[in-house]
């Protein structure tokens, strides 16, 4: 058996067992909702979105990795320091298990319709937002800049999601709408400048969302059309001028 074929067959029993592995994910959630073993039941449900999200991108099914990307991301920004979950907790979180069941019988019936399921995670993700914006922020691993993003972002409204690869963020952004993007330019795999150029050729979505491209050398030779909307420099003026960025484009 080829590599290929071996992979094949991978990748067919992952997505025919994945009703198993959503069914799961639903028998998690209800737990949460009836508030037995809180915290290690939200563990659990962490570790099973996260490991779906890893197989998923390893087998090629990024519009499941993004799915999972952003039902990490309200896990972490809207239940994490609780130690109960309302109704609507509940209920956002179903909807992210139709999608992902809906998304999964699409691929096995090869009928999926992509701009259809982006459509309705969008609908998703507005639910949660209550009027603030969303931006993805690449590459900022060191935990200081990590820290100043966060902070300023969320003084000025933003529900920011972090992720530390570039090609990672690429696949978010094909999937999902953001209305600010935060990169570094020293990301390894894809960096921040590239991953900019990227999205603006595409034509896609997000292909003119609103970027701020940080970097340790500002002295950059980027053609016109490519050009970030903001450079930010990490030095001493970097929190005043990231803010006074994010101000300049959540203002425009």
Do not use: W
Not at 153 to 169: H, I, K, R
């Amino acid at each position: 058996m080829s590599t290929e074929d071996l992979l094949s067959q991978l990748k067919d029993a992952y997505i025919t067992t994945f009703p198993n592995q959503t069914s799961k994910m639903e028998a998690l959630i209800l737990e949460m909702e009836k508030g037995n073993d809180y915290q290690s039941t939200f563990e659990a449900l962490y570790r099973q979105v996260h490991n779906i999200k890893g197989s998923a991108g390893a087998f090629g099914f990024t519009i499941i990795s993004s799915i999972c990307h952003q039902m990490e991301d309200y896990l972490t920004n809207n239940i994490h320091h609780t130690d109960t979950s309302n109704s609507a907790h509940i209920n956002h979180l179903l909807a992210y298990v139709d999608l992902l069941t809906d998304t999964s019988e699409g691929i096995l019936q090869e009928s999926i319709d992509i701009t259809t399921i982006e459509a309705k995670l969008e609908v998703i993700s507005q639910k949660s937002l209550a009027n603030s914006k969303k931006c993805l922020c690449v590459g900022v691993s060191d935990s200081l800049y990590h820290k100043i993003v966060q902070q300023v972002s969320q003084s000025l409204g933003l529900q920011c999601s972090f992720v530390t690869s570039g090609m990672t963020a690429m696949e978010r952004l094909l999937h999902e709408h953001f209305d600010v993007l935060v990169c570094s330019r020293e990301n390894t795999d894809l960096n921040g400048f590239t991953l900019i150029a990227a999205l603006r050729l595409n034509k896609r979505k997000n292909s003119q969302i609103p970027s701020i491209l940080i970097t340790s050398n500002p002295d950059l030779a980027i053609p016109e059309d490519l050009q970030p909307d903001f450079i930010v420099k990490k030095d001493k003026d970097f929190a005043t001028e990231l803010s006074q960025s994010i101000e300049g484009i959540v203002n425009r």
